[in-house]
């Protein structure tokens, strides 16, 4: 039934699909993780054909005001009652709007530039001091373009060249250091390094694909592994390793559903120089950032005309175990909208 639908998931998957516009502000403390959108590494994006060009737009807003300890979720009164924090996160939004451009310089080889433009806001509160009470303080938005990525995809082996049944890419790349790492809040201390557009750093990426399809469903499994570099402030953010297993189903001609698995490693941050660290701070604390988790994502696909497509996603944490106390993500919505000239 859905062997007619097989090329029009083919066009806009097979081939590559990176998303790695998320790379940019790859600031993963596990709250803002996926903000930095390592689990998307290699899932969704649109890939362009041979000398074909690609343009695709991302909404992403998450929602960070859950807290949690190690495996467990626990509350803001415990965690102020059971540390000597004097400054807690409530909230976080992230809204990240991305753009990515991809072109198929060979049948093999594919090129991408993704360009993020991202707004957080957080809310905390504060501590008056012993027996006076906490109070509830908004911070300054931070609005600003973030790190941009540059990535390469070569497909290593396919089962035939036309309509092929299985491929195998890899893909290499590297986050760049166009994002500020360094806006300060109205007291002149630097902004928690998790909140910054970007990371101040240049870090590489590799990553393998592995796509099959076993009608009507495509399959596809991958890797992406950021290695964090240190930024010129002294501050590296952990390495990290996103592995995704990912399922698209063809209902229609013009419709399929989706649906993710993704796990992820993130390493805990280091501060050498101190620069962004106040340990009277939860969210300043390094030993606050990093961690395990896996990730639910289901999704549509709507593919109206020839060419585009569009794909909304909603991400969701089923386990995690974070290090030390953080402020983690309650759920995520990615909207795309992609075309191919
Ligand atoms: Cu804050």
Redesign the pocket.
């Known amino acids: 039934m859905a062997r007619k639908y097989r090329k029009y998931i083919y066009s806009f998957f097979f081939a590559s699909i990176v998303l790695f516009s998320a790379k940019s502000s790859f600031a993963a403390g596990l709250c803002c993780q996926l903000s930095s959108g390592v689990q998307e590494s290699l899932s969704g994006v649109a890939a362009p054909a041979s000398e074909e060009l690609s343009v695709q737009f991302t909404y992403s807003f998450t929602r960070m005001d859950k807290v949690m300890q190690g495996t467990s979720v626990t509350s803001l009164d415990e965690a102020s009652s059971s540390t000597n924090y004097t400054s807690l ?1 409530v909230s976080m939004d992230m809204i990240k709007h991305t753009f990515t451009a991809g072109y198929g310089f060979s049948p093999k080889f594919k090129g991408f530039v993704s360009l993020p433009y991202l707004r957080n806001t ?1 809310n ?1 509160t504060m501590s008056n001091g012993v027996g006076l009470g906490w109070m509830d303080m908004t ?1 300054e938005p931070i609005s600003a373009p973030g790190d941009a990525t540059v990535m390469g995809l070569y497909r290593i082996y396919t089962d035939r060249e036309i309509r092929p049944n299985k491929a195998l890419t890899a893909g290499i790349g590297i986050k760049t250091a166009t994002g500020s790492s360094t806006k300060t809040t109205s007291s002149g201390k630097y902004v ?1 390094a998790h ?1 910054q557009p970007g990371t101040g750093s240049w870090d590489p990426l590799v990553s393998l694909l592995y796509t099959q399809m076993m009608n009507p469903f495509l399959v596809q499994a991958d890797m992406t592994h950021q290695f964090a570099t240190r930024n010129r402030q002294g501050y590296e953010f952990g390495d990290s390793t996103a592995i995704n297993l990912g399922t698209t189903y063809a209902v229609a001609r013009e419709f399929n559903v989706s649906a993710g698995l993704t796990y992820l490693h993130v390493a805990g941050a280091d501060d050498r120089d101190g620069k962004y660290t106040n340990l009277n701070s939860l ?1 300043d604390d390094p030993a606050n950032t990093g961690g395990d988790s896996l990730w639910l994502s289901p999704g549509i696909q709507v593919l109206p005309i020839k060419n585009a497509m569009m794909d909304v996603k909603v991400q969701l944490p089923v386990w995690e175990n974070v290090n030390g106390i953080q402020l983690v993500t309650r759920y995520r919505v990615v909207i795309g909208m992609a075309y191919r000239f």
């Open positions: 996160p957080m905390m911070m928690h909140m969210m």
